[in-house]
């Protein structure tokens, strides 16, 4: 069993329900700590216990969104839907039968039960974000990633995992003490050797890189650390990917706050703020999807 101390790492917000937490929440559940262990008996449904908006909280009830003889069209005033997105009302029951039909692998899920016992366990992707990085990976067939924030490094091991035994991962971040876990991790996993640590600020990792390796020597980045330094991290990103190659940014919906953004949020207004850019830049191919916190896809071109 691994055992980590209860920090705060501090990169990212508190959840904003930080103090109303949803039923399924793990820290809800008498101070349980689940076991990290190879094998588990409990249904799949239940060892998942999601934060943030993968919690997705039954506020439409069981089948007001459900069903083909509710009509769309007003869900969402002045745009013409033909049908309801799952995005509008997954419920819990849904969420839990998606991720037992994920490839999640169990060292992903013993870092991701291992996070859990940490405060601040939101700031690591969700296991179908995971599952979508390693793909993407797969499909590109990228060599070559850098990561933008490591955090306990569950999805610089799904991306490692995907790459070829020749693939390097370069992980930059600036904080030392969640690496412990990622460090460890990348060992249980196997591609340790394929992973480079860069600890420091980003956008310096970023310009060094760059001196080092030259334009368009990346096929794939992720970008998922301070949010109000995004679009610094994508422009330099866009300078080492590849045409052809992908930018995944991460926290695009950043818990619905980007919709109607306050004076005093920070990093929703810069989230918001690159959202509009992406919409315009034709540098890029687009997809913003709402898996995890929201996520987009860049293709450069």
């Known amino acids: 069993m691994?055992?980590?101390?209860?920090?705060?790492?501090?990169r990212r917000p508190p959840h904003p329900t930080e103090t109303k937490r949803h039923p399924t929440d793990r820290r809800n559940l008498a101070g349980q700590r689940a076991p990290v262990s190879l094998q588990s008996t409990?249904?799949?449904?239940?060892?998942?216990?999601?934060?943030?908006?993968s919690a997705a909280p039954d506020v439409h009830g069981p089948s007001s969104l459900s069903g083909p003889g509710h009509p769309p069209g007003s869900l969402v005033p002045g745009e013409t839907?033909?049908?309801?997105?799952?995005?509008?009302?997954?419920?819990?029951?849904?969420?839990?039968?998606?991720?037992?039909?994920?490839?999640?692998?169990?060292?992903?899920?013993?870092?991701?039960?291992?996070?859990?016992?940490?405060?601040?366990?939101h700031m690591q992707v969700t296991p179908e974000q995971g599952a979508l990085l390693g793909l993407l990976v797969e499909v590109i067939g990228a060599r070559r990633v850098v990561e933008v924030g490591v955090f306990t490094g569950y999805s610089s091991c799904a991306m490692a995992m995907a790459l070829p035994p020749d693939g390097q991962l370069v992980a930059l971040d600036r904080d030392e003490r969640p690496l412990e876990l990622a460090r460890r991790f990348w060992q249980l996993a196997g591609v340790a050797d394929k992973v480079e640590l860069r600890v420091g600020p980003a956008l310096q990792s970023l310009e060094q890189l760059l001196e080092r390796d030259g334009l368009g020597s990346y096929d794939m980045a992720f970008i998922d650390a301070d949010k109000r330094s995004y679009d610094q991290y994508y422009e330099l990103s866009l300078k080492l990917v590849r045409p052809g190659g992908l930018i995944a940014i991460d926290n695009t919906l950043f818990?619905?706050?980007?919709?109607?953004?306050?004076?005093?949020?920070?990093?929703a207004i810069a989230l918001h703020q690159l959202n509009v850019k992406l919409l315009d830049d034709q540098r890029v191919s687009i997809s913003m999807i709402p898996i995890g916190d929201g996520m987009t896809l860049c293709r450069r071109r």
């Open 2 to 10: 691994l055992s980590v101390s209860g920090t705060l790492f501090g």
């Open 42 to 53: 409990v249904p799949c449904h239940h060892r998942y216990h999601t934060r943030g908006p």
């Open 81 to 121: 839907l033909n049908k309801i997105p799952l995005a509008l009302g997954m419920t819990p029951r849904v969420y839990g039968y998606l991720l037992e039909h994920i490839r999640e692998p169990q060292v992903l899920r013993q870092l991701r039960e291992a996070t859990a016992a940490i405060s601040g366990a």
């Open 255 to 267: 818990y619905g706050r980007v919709a109607e953004p306050k004076a005093s949020d920070k990093a």
